[in-house]
């Protein structure tokens, strides 16, 4: 299966435009989980989504370590839309230790096609240029799946490349 993958720059200095609001009226909410306090914050609603596995705690302690971080959307008390980031590293193509990596993104059967996911990956790219480390931040998706290309572009990302993705590799 092919993927896409796209990207924006992270530079604080260019213009990121993406194509809808990052503003909702709805009182749903970004947080960016990317330390120890932040997922004791929000461990209910981590375990609440993702359950109690040996995946769910591997996951837990990379935030914790910094090794990744997780975004999360909420609405009414429960995560609507997630996405993992990856700094430094990506698993299938080549990126700088500077960049970060975006996905997967998920978003809850509920609440799909009402923007959550847009809002958090507009959120997401915004959080990340504020804090002002990275050059790039990619994404990438199944060649099949027309509405995460829908969200990648109104998030304002540009499309780079493809790739075959190994099935083999974990995302």
Same mark, same amino acid.
């Given at each position: ?19 809808? /609001? ?41 935030? $914790? $370590? ?12 429960? $995560? ?7 700094? *430094? ?5 080549? $990126? ?18 009402? *923007? ?42 540009? /499309? ?12």
């Amino acid at each position: 299966m092919r993927q896409f993958i796209y990207n924006v720059s992270a530079s604080i200095a260019e213009n990121y435009s993406p194509k809808a /609001p990052f503003i909702r009226n709805d009182k749903a909410q970004f947080v960016l989980i990317n330390n120890f306090k932040s997922v004791l914050q929000y461990s209910n609603l981590l375990f609440q989504r993702f359950g109690f596995s040996k995946a769910s705690i591997k996951l837990l302690m990379k935030l $914790i $370590i910094r090794r990744n971080a997780l975004y999360i959307v909420t609405y009414q008390n429960e $995560i609507t839309s997630d996405g993992l980031l990856s700094f *430094g590293v990506c698993n299938h193509y080549k $990126i700088n230790s500077n960049d970060v990596v975006v996905g997967p993104v998920n978003t809850s059967h509920n609440h799909q096609g009402k *923007g959550f996911a847009t809002f958090g990956l507009i959120s997401c790219v915004n959080s990340l240029r504020n804090c002002n480390q990275y050059s790039c931040i990619f994404i990438d998706t199944r060649e099949d799946n027309l509405a995460m290309q829908k969200v990648i572009d109104k998030a304002g990302f540009s /499309p780079t490349t493809n790739y075959t993705r190994d099935s083999s590799k974990p995302l």
